[in-house]
């Protein structure tokens, strides 16, 4: 069983996030206050490993010197091209931690795809997660002037012109100067609110991918607002730690921001999905509090659990049905009548505890965006007790909007 967070008053989790200058703060002022703490979990060898708020930020610190060691100063530009993993998190901190700037990239990026944002963003350097990625993003490093620095999670066969220095042996190197780099992190953390902190580039409406400037302040603001709508609408009083599943790309602004840094302004924790075709078995594995997805998720699992009903027949097709003429119901704004309350009270020890079940019980939303929500979709999951808040938002906005409550 994962290890729950102490609670943190609503309040006190806005003004930590408006009082603080840039988004390491953010994260150290959490990793100080609570080292021992869960932070990051992902799945190695077929096993949840987790790495603490404490162990992060030594990470952070270690990389963070091992990047300025190697020539990446402040105001740098540093692609990130990896899957989503704990390490994606910790280097997206450590490019900021050294004064850099973090150019988030698609893993599914062509080689030109790449060679564009490297050459349009002036990267001086790439954090690749392996050799399978690497096969683009090397090729593209090559056809830049500035680029010629490369970090990678997995070893990687050397290549001329390209210095590769891989992960484990760089916080290797540093882990006799632990100590200073762990108390030179927060001195080095001077970013102001107002400076850039990524560039996230986007398609819009056509033509070759735009970036982004993001800065810290619009993403901590973003957050703090994200934040107010979750305590206001779950948390009438203390805000327990809760523990985020990410799925969706965090190359994306939508999971960078929403799935990322809000349970880190929290001070929650963040599961790593091992992927689609296993998302099902990781949800019921590590028992979300909150999941940021896309519609398009939504029309996949309510076609898989309206299948798994339609095959257990008879009652639980009799209670589906229920369950959609209640929740339509509502959602037309009409009252319920005393039998269909008394329905209603039956359908949550029956079927929407079941399903609730299959999404670990804990579930307390999932936060839709990036395209429009069937409003059939919502219904069925109101219906089966998956509460549904549908945001919109864009790139250049931090990216959350609005969002219903």
């Known amino acids: ?3 729950k967070l102490p609670p943190l008053r609503p309040a006190a989790i806005a003004a930590r996030i408006d009082a603080a200058p840039n988004l390491v703060t953010l994260f150290l002022d959490r990793a100080d206050e609570q080292p021992a703490a869960p932070m990051l979990v992902a799945k190695v060898g077929g096993d949840w490993r987790t790495i ?18 190697n020539g990446v100063g402040r105001g740098d530009r540093v692609v ?36 564009h944002i490297l050459t349009n963003s002036g990267a001086r ?46 916080l290797a190197a540093r882990a006799p100067m632990l100590d200073e780099d762990r108390a030179n992190l927060r001195a080095r953390a001077t970013m102001k609110r107002e400076d850039l902190a990524c560039i996230i580039y986007t398609s819009g409406t056509g033509g070759l991918p735009r970036g982004v400037r993001q800065h810290h302040g619009a993403i901590m603001r973003n957050i703090a607002g994200a934040i107010a709508v979750i305590e206001q609408d779950f948390f ?47 949800i019921e594995e590590v028992r979300p509090t909150f999941m940021v997805v896309v519609p398009r998720l939504f029309e996949v699992l309510r076609m898989r659990i309206a299948k798994q009903i339609e095959k257990q027949g008879g009652l639980a097709i009799t209670l589906l049905n229920q369950a959609l003429g209640i929740a339509r119901k509502e ?35 999932m936060v839709a965006g990036g395209a429009p929500l069937n409003p059939e979709v919502g219904i069925f999951f109101t219906a089966i007790g998956i509460p549904i808040l549908q945001g919109y938002g864009q790139t250049e906005a931090g990216p959350v909007i609005s969002c219903n409550r």
Not at 85 to 108: F, H, K, N, Q, S
Not at 138 to 157: F, G, H, K, S, Y
Not at 261 to 270: D, E, H, S, T
């Open 52 to 69: 603490s708020w404490g162990e992060a930020r030594d990470i952070v610190a270690s990389l963070s010197a091992a990047l300025i060691a």
């Open 236 to 282: 009438p009083g203390d805000v327990p730690g809760e523990l985020f599943l990410s799925f969706l790309p965090l190359s994306h602004s939508y999971e960078h921001t929403a799935g990322q840094y809000m349970p880190i302004g929290m001070g929650g924790q963040i599961a790593y999905a091992e992927g689609l075709e296993k998302l099902a078995s990781n």
């Open 331 to 365: 959602a037309r704004g009409e009252k319920l009548s005393l039998a269909e309350k008394v329905i209603d009270q039956a359908l949550e020890r029956t079927i929407r505890k079941s399903i609730r079940a299959k999404f670990g019980g804990r579930l307390r939303a």
């Open 125 to 170: 350097a790439v954090v690749v997660s392996g050799a399978k990625l690497a096969k683009n993003v090397l090729p593209a490093a090559m056809a830049t002037d500035a680029c010629r620095t490369i970090v990678t999670l997995e070893p990687l066969q050397e290549v001329q012109g390209l210095a590769i220095h891989e992960w484990s042996k760089l």
């Open 80 to 115: 990130l091209v990896s899957e989503n993993r704990p390490e994606w998190c910790l280097a997206d901190l450590a490019v900021m931690a050294a004064g850099a700037i973090t150019v988030p990239a698609y893993t599914t990026n062509t080689e030109a795809d790449h060679t």
């Open 1 to 3: 069983m994962l290890p």
